[in-house]
């Protein structure tokens, strides 16, 4: 497939598409009418679009108004799922937020465990470097073995072993083995969100995927605020290690329940039609890489972005609000709790309204409204307004990142709907893996003009508006040239290419 295809793949389908289609909405396909419950429609949001293709008009269309045929539909419906539908995108959303629990540890704690370490909180921060450099292993090692024989003992493999290095980690007693701990910690993280991904994307109603994509990723916001909680209850009273030994409960009660998941009807179906094909598995994926590289390399990008993102604004600001501000543990305990609700207001809402204004400009919204919050966020000196601006701009990073798990999942090649948005995600982090070094080096190496108590405070502050101010701008920028499949059914799609 030539470079110009695979830029208007599945964005507008022929007349003997629409006739396909059309015969399996009769028959009740996900996405459809019947299992919509919407009579009106025959067709999903993708399937609707059917204006001629253009090179460049998928650009000008994000600017126009939104399908007025859609509407917004009540929140409180989208929420109803099957007992199976709820389990399934439970032990998902759990998974996420007991790895986003001992990530966010690491970031609470580089000041006591550089005091422990006898090192600068810098070099602290080189094992979440180290951490994010590894988890495209784990997307790649863990998305192959989900895509070919299931999510489900993966996900339970993946957990176990988190559970064993996250015990092992508070026995630590130099820098090096705790880099070399959260060297394996990172594998397993990197492959546990493909696979919780793919699991909730494919087992949820298609009009109900933006709103759950929002609570989902927010898991990682949910598992923030726990971990900020443990930190203000544990770490004052029993220290860094018990704060690492406790965190394992959550861990050992999502094993349990992944025990009794069922695997999707989306994978059993995909993984029929690769057992039909006379391909073997490594000639698949040359197939895929060459019809889709553009759309590989695209999704790359977007999440390298993203990751600047989400961690510049998060991973070290604990640290700026102690160091720069000179706030207690305690205060800067109670910013990342503020910014955590605001991570889940924003990561629901623009979730949700992603199915009215679409993937792409829910994105857009969220990068520039974000970009205005910046100087609140780190100019003002008293804590109040720096609250506000914590909550705000989490508001809108997580908003953005609320829309990326059904997006990536959309536009997924089928048969690797946890191998490509794990891997591009994960690709992404290892872009994005020194932010937070980027940010505590730089802004070390950069003080204040006044002292404190004669010493040097950094200005972490100026450091990270600059940084995400040009990440947002590179986000924009992204979404506006890229693509979407919004409305897309899983399983219909294979059924039609069968």
């Not at 927010?218 to 009273?237: D, H, Q, S, T």
Request: glycine letters at 10%; proline letters at 5%.
């Amino acid at each position: 497939m030539s470079f110009k295809e695979d830029m208007v793949e599945l964005r507008v389908l022929q007349p003997d598409d629409v006739e396909k289609t059309s015969t399996h909405a009769g028959e009740g396909a996900p996405g459809t009418a019947e299992a919509s419950g919407d009579a009106g429609e025959q067709f999903t949001d993708l399937e609707r679009r059917t204006r001629p293709a253009s090179k460049f008009g998928h650009i000008w269309e994000l600017f126009e108004r939104p399908d007025p045929s859609g509407k917004l539909q009540n929140p409180l419906k989208l929420l109803k799922l099957s007992p199976r539908q709820a389990f399934t995108f439970s032990v998902a959303f759990l998974g996420w937020m007991v790895d986003a629990i001992d990530f966010f540890c690491v970031s609470l704690s580089t000041t006591e465990l550089g005091d422990a370490f006898g090192v600068e909180p810098s070099r602290v921060t080189s094992a979440i470097t180290v951490t994010l450099m590894l988890r495209p292993v784990g997307a790649l090692v863990f998305g192959v073995i989900a895509d070919r024989y299931g999510r489900r003992i993966p996900l339970m493999i993946n957990l176990f072993l988190f559970t064993i290095i996250e015990l092992a980690t508070g026995f630590s007693h130099n820098l090096s083995t705790f880099i070399g701990l959260r060297a394996i910690y990172g594998v397993l993280m990197g492959g546990e969100w493909g696979l919780g991904s793919s699991l909730a994307m494919e087992a949820l109603p298609v009009e109900s995927r933006g709103i759950f994509s929002g609570i989902l990723q927010e898991g990682y916001a949910v598992g923030n605020l726990i971990a900020a909680m443990m930190y203000y209850a544990i770490v004052p009273n029993l220290g860094w290690r018990a704060l690492y030994w406790i965190s394992i409960i959550p861990a050992a009660i999502t094993i349990v329940l992944a025990y009794f998941l069922d695997e999707t009807d989306a994978w059993r179906q995909a993984r029929q039609a690769q057992r039909a094909s006379s391909k073997p598995y490594h000639t698949i994926v040359l197939d895929m890489l060459k019809r889709h590289w553009l759309r590989c390399i695209y999704a790359i990008l977007l999440m390298a972005a993203m990751n600047f993102l989400s961690h510049g604004s998060q991973d070290l600001y604990p640290t700026f609000l102690k160091k720069q501000h000179g706030f207690s543990p305690k205060q800067a305990t109670i910013g990342t709790i503020v910014g955590n609700f605001g991570a889940i207001v924003g990561g629901m809402f623009f979730g949700y309204i992603s199915e009215y204004l679409g993937r792409r400009r829910t994105i857009a919204i969220c990068a520039i409204c974000g970009a205005c919050f910046i100087p609140l966020w780190i100019l003002p000196s008293r804590f109040g307004p720096l609250l506000a601006g914590a909550f705000f701009m989490q508001m809108f990073v997580q908003g953005a990142w609320g829309v990326i798990p059904v997006y990536l999942s959309e536009i997924s090649p089928e048969g690797f709907r946890a191998t490509f948005p794990g891997l591009s995600y994960q690709l992404g982090n290892l872009v994005s893996a020194s932010a937070s070094q980027i940010e505590a080096t730089m802004g070390e190496r950069n003080p204040l003009p006044e002292l404190r108590d004669g010493d040097q405070v950094p200005n972490y502050g100026r450091v990270q508006g600059i940084l995400i101010g040009v990440i947002f701008g590179c986000v924009l920028l992204l979404v506006v040239v890229g693509r979407e499949e919004r409305g897309k059914s899983f399983t219909q799609s294979i059924t039609t290419k069968g």
